[in-house]
Each structure stands twice: as structure tokens, then as C-alpha cells.
């Protein structure tokens, strides 16, 4: 692996585990990967499960993410979740604007900027989640959907704020489908995400952005995806629920 930018993979677990499931993946996941170095290695569980993966991966080479949150720092806000407390559970990155919140529960350009406001604000490091659905990639519509998605997702984020903010390209249409973009496919869009941060900032800001694929990734298909000049890693579904998986994804060469 030659990369300049630090791969990062990570596993989405939606809404799946409880604390006492999340505990023991956690558990049987942390000596399959002991011994990685040279890349970033983050767990997303459910809310309910945050705290038992925190304790689990303290001092271990596991990251911890939440699925969502707030961008209000707290409030009458029933089922929410602040920023405050996902530092304080622990976390140190938040998903931000995964299609699936878009799809089900009404996230838009604004709520999601005004999320990954809040995760910067606060110290949290998002990963802000872009992509097209089946029909608009077939309507000829994937540049616009994703510069759309690229520009207000980051509206109004300094410089300095977008070192810290990786971007995760998830073509709605290979979520939990079983159906992947080609290698080629997924690296044309990294490139067009990384030429619109150039854009929007600079060549140096978009050379050191980290862009994660996620979409079917599995331990067969990751290493042709990671090959690609434009993927620093992938945000990953369905095989982070299985602890010798996710760790072949983890561990890819």
C-alpha cells in the first residue's frame, strides 16, 4: 500500500446490536486487528450500544463513532442526541447525513451542514456521507447531486475545519444490496468529490482529504476498491457485524 493519506475504514452498524452483542463483537474484533498500524479503524454502533464499545476498545487501536447527531447543544429535543454527549460517551468521529437519513428521516443540505458544523465546533470529527440514488445516476444527474451534496454539506467550513473532515461516498443505490460501483466507477467520483473541495479550497486541502467508499464493501471486493488512486477507505455496512470480516476488510493489502 503506497498512500499518501491515511486509509480509514470503518463499519456502520445501524441499527443493529444491543450493548451485550456489541460488547462481544467488540471483544472477538480487537485481537484480529491488534497489530494494524498504518490506518484508521472505526466503530459505529447504535447510541444504546456506544457506551459498552467505549469501555471495551479503551486503550486499543478501535476508534469510536456515532451514527448521528444534533446541532443544537441541548434543548427540548425528544430522541436527540447532543454533540456534548457523544464526547462524553466517548466518540471521537459522527456520521453525518448517511442516505439512509436522508431517505427516511428528512435530513436536507442545511440540517446535514448544520450538523457538521456542530461536530466541528465541538471537537468531534465528522464523516459526512454523500451520494446518488439508482434514477439520478441513470437521469444523467450524479455531478450535480453530488457537488450539490459536497457544496452545502460544507458550507461555511473554514480551511482549517476541512483538515479535519473525511467525506463518504455511498452510491444510495449499492447500500446493503449486494450490488457494488466498479473500482473505476467509485475512484471517477472521489476524483470529481476531491476536484470540487479543490473548488471550493484548494489543491492542498483536497490532496489531503481522506474519501471513503461504501456501498456492498466486502473482504473480496476491498482490496481492488483500495488499489484506487482516489479511495482512502470505506465506511462499511453489512460486514462490520461479523468481527472475522470486518477484520479482513480492516486488514486489506
Given at each position: 500500500?503506497?498512500?499518501?493519506?491515511?486509509?480509514?475504514?470503518?463499519?456502520?452498524?445501524?441499527?443493529?446490536?444491543?450493548?451485550?452483542?456489541?460488547?462481544?463483537?467488540t471483544?472477538?474484533?480487537i485481537?484480529?486487528?491488534?497489530?494494524?498500524?498504518?490506518?484508521?479503524?472505526?466503530?459505529?454502533p447504535?447510541?444504546t450500544?456506544?457506551?459498552?464499545?467505549?469501555?471495551?476498545?479503551?486503550?486499543?487501536?478501535?476508534?469510536?463513532?456515532?451514527?448521528?447527531?444534533?446541532?443544537?447543544?441541548?434543548?427540548?429535543?425528544?430522541?436527540?442526541?447532543?454533540?456534548?454527549?457523544?464526547?462524553?460517551?466517548?466518540?471521537?468521529?459522527?456520521?453525518?447525513?448517511?442516505?439512509?437519513?436522508?431517505?427516511?428521516?428528512?435530513?436536507?443540505?442545511?440540517?446535514?451542514?448544520?450538523?457538521?458544523?456542530?461536530?466541528?465546533?465541538?471537537?468531534l470529527?465528522?464523516?459526512?456521507?454523500?451520494?446518488?440514488?439508482?434514477?439520478?445516476?441513470?437521469?444523467?444527474?450524479?455531478?450535480?447531486?453530488?457537488?450539490?451534496?459536497?457544496?452545502?454539506?460544507?458550507?461555511?467550513?473554514?480551511?482549517?475545519?476541512?483538515?479535519?473532515?473525511?467525506?463518504?461516498?455511498?452510491?444510495v443505490?449499492?447500500?446493503?444490496?449486494?450490488?457494488?460501483?466498479?473500482?473505476?466507477?467509485?475512484?471517477?467520483?472521489?476524483?470529481?468529490?476531491?476536484?470540487?473541495?479543490?473548488?471550493?479550497?484548494?489543491?492542498?486541502?483536497?490532496?489531503?482529504?481522506?474519501?471513503?467508499?461504501g456501498?456492498?464493501?466486502?473482504?473480496?471486493?476491498?482490496?481492488?476498491?483500495?488499489?484506487?488512486?482516489?479511495?482512502?477507505?470505506?465506511?462499511?455496512?453489512?460486514?462490520?457485524?461479523?468481527?472475522?470480516?470486518?477484520?479482513?476488510?480492516?486488514?486489506?493489502?
Amino acid at each position: 500500500m503506497n498512500k499518501k493519506r491515511v486509509p480509514i475504514i470503518a463499519g456502520n452498524w445501524k441499527m443493529n446490536m444491543t450493548a451485550t452483542q456489541a460488547r462481544e463483537l467488540t471483544s472477538k474484533l480487537i485481537p484480529l486487528v491488534a497489530n494494524v498500524k498504518d490506518r484508521d479503524i472505526v466503530l459505529s454502533p447504535p447510541f444504546t450500544s456506544i457506551a459498552a464499545v467505549a469501555e471495551t476498545i479503551k486503550g486499543t487501536n478501535i476508534g469510536l463513532a456515532a451514527q448521528n447527531l444534533h446541532w443544537e447543544d441541548k434543548g427540548a429535543f425528544t430522541g436527540e442526541i447532543s454533540a456534548d454527549m457523544l464526547l462524553d460517551s466517548g466518540c471521537k468521529y459522527v456520521i453525518i447525513g448517511h442516505s439512509e437519513r436522508r431517505q427516511y428521516f428528512g435530513e436536507t443540505e442545511e440540517t446535514v451542514n448544520r450538523k457538521v458544523k456542530q461536530a466541528l465546533k465541538k471537537g468531534l470529527l465528522p464523516i459526512l456521507c454523500v451520494g446518488e440514488t439508482l434514477a439520478e445516476r441513470e437521469a444523467g444527474r450524479l455531478n450535480e447531486i453530488i457537488s450539490r451534496q459536497v457544496t452545502g454539506g460544507l458550507k461555511d467550513i473554514s480551511t482549517d475545519d476541512m483538515k479535519k473532515v473525511v467525506i463518504a461516498y455511498e452510491p444510495v443505490w449499492a447500500i446493503g444490496t449486494g450490488k457494488t460501483a466498479t473500482p473505476e466507477q467509485a475512484n471517477e467520483v472521489h476524483a470529481l468529490i476531491r476536484q470540487k473541495v479543490k473548488a471550493l479550497y484548494s489543491t492542498d486541502i483536497a490532496e489531503g482529504l481522506r474519501i471513503q467508499y461504501g456501498g456492498s464493501v466486502t473482504p473480496e471486493n476491498v482490496s481492488t476498491l483500495m488499489a484506487m488512486p482516489d479511495i482512502d477507505g470505506a465506511l462499511v455496512g453489512g460486514a462490520s457485524l461479523k468481527p472475522e470480516s470486518f477484520a479482513a476488510l480492516v486488514r486489506f493489502t
